[in-house]
């Protein structure tokens, strides 16, 4: 039945499809990890590729923007903004960078990478609108007041240049079904493992994180005409664009009610019954990380490794499009001792990453403070170097003279470049970019001191006293992410993912912070308008009843209530008289 839908497929596609387009791709996976207190790490992840014509935006030249299975919606964000890339991240918790996962930064994140830098400086507002609009998120409050463009950092496609990217985070920003929903309606698909995404389980997580990356790269340049006389400094026009989408949904579920952490499958997990690899998909596959001695699974994995970057972990993987899992995979991991559940509860039963990153404030009174970023390297013989990106609020005026970065043993760091932007109110961020390097076994640490502005009281948010939220710090270290590239590597396929990719380097991120400015005491109004109240309405009710009641001697009072006294009984003499004749007749007739 399977072959039957597949050359239907194939027929109408290659029936109705312009001669332009070649076949495109689609590739599915799922990353399970058994972690401590019955919580487990997945990641999945699908990725689109398709490959087409140019399209060339400059007007009079005629261009159409149709696709396959590339979403038309994100082709034209791509096109309309000059964008060679971007990458989009929703992400709420934070978890520890020994897990083999795209890493985020709490909140959202947006980089995009635009053809030019003239591009960059014109486009990234509507580019925030529309992406707002597509994915259901405040993409659009990413200003000039948060966003920086980078010198030192690098970002995947911007090796050698980083003056056409721009970067923001809203720390605060929250991720919900909202969001999720329209991240699925941009897959090609609504079959195999997508059909594992189940809502209630993904947000109800410790940590959950919803990815977006695209790209376009040229395939092939048009040949130089015979007549021309060719030029470096002359770009060569593109003759076919390949087009490829990655989206990746990271959570650590909470174990249910009924789950059993010593033995479980797939149902048990998400909920959900799998009915087999989506129809469109190349390539399906699932694959498990567990400790060696810890757990087994089965069905017999195609391949079993050994991680060389996770000492004691194993990687096992199912390839999903062969016959016997087509209909169902009967999934099953069995936990055969309880060690790990000593250990923290978001870590992972292999080793912990050698690199730890801390940040922190610390404040001298309600006015001045003090920036301190710590980086660990617990390395005993590599030197990790690194570039350090922080977008600090133009709230936080930073004291440059006073930054100094300084090693555990007391000896100053060495840094090899360094960037620094200086706050304008209401305008633009405060910067701080450098490059340095920790050697093993050390702690590398930086201080700087900053003030605090001061804002309106209507630029203060609806919870004033709980602060204002600071965005992660970003480091990109010199080495690659060996962790992902070796679970690709056991997959047998090249990685698409930014932050796996042969040409992208370790990046990690920091934990957000919240900066107590000075908060106005917003119940004073409320106050004043209600002692205002009171004072009006002792005034009011005053001359009201002055002016709506007698004055009446109190003797004349006295007389009037006596003598309607003894009316009142001689009336009611007279009746009782009258009563009594009525009966006296009556008996006198009988």
């Given at each position: ?520 005491d917003f119940s004073m109004p409320y106050n004043v308008i209600t002692l205002t109240c009171t004072v009006l309405a002792l005034f009011v009710g005053t001359v009201f009843n002055m002016l709506t009641r007698g ?32 009966t006296e007749k009556e008996k006198n007739d009988d």
């Open positions: 039945m399977r072959a039957v839908h597949a050359t239907i497929f194939t027929f109408l596609s290659t029936a109705f499809t312009d001669e332009r387009l070649t076949d495109p791709t689609f590739e599915e996976s799922l990353y399970i990890e058994p972690l401590t207190q019955g919580r487990v790490l997945t990641q999945f992840e699908f990725v689109t590729t398709e490959t087409r014509d140019h399209v060339d935006t400059r007007p009079g030249y005629p261009h159409d923007d149709h696709f396959q299975w590339f979403p038309r919606t994100i082709g034209q964000v791509l096109t309309s903004h000059s964008l060679n890339s971007f990458h989009i991240s929703m992400t709420r918790g934070r978890i520890p960078s020994s897990l083999p996962i795209s890493p985020a930064p709490s909140g959202l994140e947006l980089w995009s990478h635009f053809t030019s830098p003239k591009a960059a400086s014109t486009n990234w507002q509507a580019l925030t609108n529309t992406l707002s609009g597509i994915f259901c998120a405040s993409v659009n409050f990413l200003d000039s007041t948060i966003v920086a463009t980078p010198e030192l950092t690098r970002f995947p496609g911007a090796q050698h240049s980083s003056d056409s990217v721009k970067v923001g985070i809203l720390p605060r920003e929250s991720s919900c079904t909202e969001n999720l929903t329209p991240w699925l309606k941009l897959s090609p698909t609504r079959d195999g493992l997508i059909t594992l995404l189940a809502p209630l389980r993904i947000f109800d997580s410790a940590y959950h994180s919803i990815q977006f990356y695209v790209k376009q790269s040229c395939q092939s340049y048009k040949p130089a005409h015979p007549a021309s006389t060719p030029s470096p400094s002359t770009p060569r026009e593109c003759q076919q664009t390949k087009y490829t989408m990655v989206q990746t949904l990271t959570s650590i579920i909470e174990p249910a009610d009924d789950f059993n952490p010593a033995e479980w499958g797939l149902y048990d997990l998400v909920k959900r019954e799998f009915r087999g690899p989506s129809k469109l998909a190349r390539a399906s596959s699932i694959m498990v990380g567990y400790k060696d001695g810890e757990g087994e699974v089965r069905p017999t994995p195609v391949a079993v490794t050994e991680s060389r970057e996770r000492k004691g972990m194993k990687l096992a993987m199912w390839d999903l499009t062969r016959e016997e899992y087509l209909t169902e995979f009967p999934f099953m991991y069995k936990q055969s001792t309880t060690s790990a559940d000593s250990q923290d509860s978001t870590v992972a039963p292999g080793s912990r990453s050698t690199l730890s990153i801390e940040r922190f404030l610390t404040m001298d009174g309600t006015e001045f403070g003090t920036l301190v970023v710590a980086v660990t390297n617990l390395d005993k013989e590599k030197t990790r170097r690194f570039v350090y990106l922080d977008i600090l609020p133009w709230y936080m005026r930073l004291y440059l003279h006073t930054l100094s970065t300084t090693l555990s043993d007391g000896r100053p760091a060495i840094r090899h470049h360094h960037y620094a932007q200086t706050a304008v109110d209401r305008k633009q961020p405060s910067i701080l970019e450098l490059e340095s390097e920790v050697p093993p076994m050390s702690t590398w640490k930086l201080t700087v001191d900053f003030v605090k502005g001061t804002i309106f009281y209507t630029e203060h948010r609806p919870d004033a006293n709980r602060g204002f939220d600071i965005g992660a710090a970003m480091f990109t270290f010199s080495e690659k992410d060996l962790i992902q590239q070796e679970r690709y590597k056991t997959l047998g396929r090249p990685s698409h993912s930014p932050s796996a990719s042969a040409h992208h380097q370790l990046r990690l991120y920091s934990n957000a912070m919240l900066l107590a400015l000075p908060t106005p004055m009446v001697e109190v003797g004349s009072i006295k007389d009037a209530a006596k003598d309607g006294k003894d009316q009142k009984e001689k009336s009611t003499e007279k009746e009782s008289k009258r009563v009594t004749r009525s």
